[in-house]
Nanobody, 124 residues
Framework: QVQLVESGGGLVQAGGSLRLSCAAS????????MGWFRQAPGKEREFVAA????????YSPDSVKGRFTISRDNAKNTVSLTMNSLKPEDTAVYYC?????????????????WGQGTQVTVSS
């Protein structure tokens, strides 16, 4: 069992930066693939980025690549998402997810555990 708690969301102006963190409790954090997803009002949950236990990363190519960076610290059981050059369309609730056996990193149903989400609002 893994429990995930996100933090670091807030209100930021367009062009600004935020760093989201996800703290995981439970054993064997290093064996999980970790992902970040987001969901804007009235829209489906959208893949943002993922990092496998090997350290291999995957980004949503259309929306965030080049602006967002995912990283993990297995010693601290945390995964982070550094977001730069934020745009109003990045406004959403951001969720952290953990998966024990993740095939397609961009598929929400590949993940076993989810955090409660943290709100990110980018003003124009």
């Amino acid at each position: 069992q893994v429990q995930l708690v996100e933090s670091g969301g807030g209100l930021v102006q367009a062009g600004g930066s935020l760093r989201l963190s996800c703290a995981a409790s439970g054993r064997a954090f290093s064996t999980y693939a970790m992902g970040w997803f987001r969901q804007a009002p009235g829209k489906e949950r959208e893949f943002v980025a993922a990092i496998r236990r090997s350290g291999m990363v995957t980004y949503s190519p259309d929306s965030v690549k080049g602006r967002f960076t995912i990283s993990r610290d297995n010693a601290k059981n945390t995964v982070s998402l550094t977001m730069n050059s934020l745009k109003p369309e990045d406004t959403a609730v951001y969720y952290c997810a953990a998966g024990n056996s993740v095939g397609t990193a961009s598929a929400p149903n590949a993940y076993d555990y989810w955090g409660q989400g943290t709100q990110v609002t980018v003003s124009s």
